[in-house]
């Protein structure tokens, strides 16, 4: 299986834009759709940007406009471009292979990359 780490979380101010990478132990063309999540304290982990294999992505609403996801399959790497951030992007942020979380009850998400964005 093809394992997956997040890096380039850091402090930013509001406004300001981050790249986030998530790299591939394998073939990143294997996998059909890669998903970028966000966990904010206390609450769920969610869902908030898709690429899939054709090229097709998709956005959380709260991030649709905001960020962009992009996959390059010849580093094995997809990327997540974050501009005009909130303070309400503040979390960590995972990549996954969307459908193993929703396959492995126990699967192991990582430690992610933390985000932090000051008022």
């Known amino acids: 299986q093809v394992h997956l780490v997040e890096s380039g979380g850091g402090l930013v101010q509001a406004g300001g834009s981050l790249r986030l990478s998530c790299a591939a132990s394998g073939m990143l063309s294997n996998i059909q759709t890669i998903g970028w999540y966000r966990q904010v304290p206390g609450k769920h982990r969610d869902l908030i940007a898709t690429?899939?294999?054709?090229?097709?992505?998709s956005y959380d609403g709260s991030v649709k406009g905001r960020f962009t996801i992009s996959r390059d399959n010849a580093q094995n790497t997809v990327y997540l471009q974050m501009d005009n951030l909130k303070p309400e992007d503040t979390g960590v942020y995972y990549c996954?292979?969307?459908?193993?979380?929703?396959?492995?009850?126990?699967?192991?998400w990582g430690q992610g990359t933390k985000v932090t964005v000051s008022s």
């Open positions: 996954a292979d969307v459908i193993r979380p929703l396959t492995d009850a126990s699967y192991d």
């Open positions: 690429t899939s294999r054709d090229g097709t992505t």
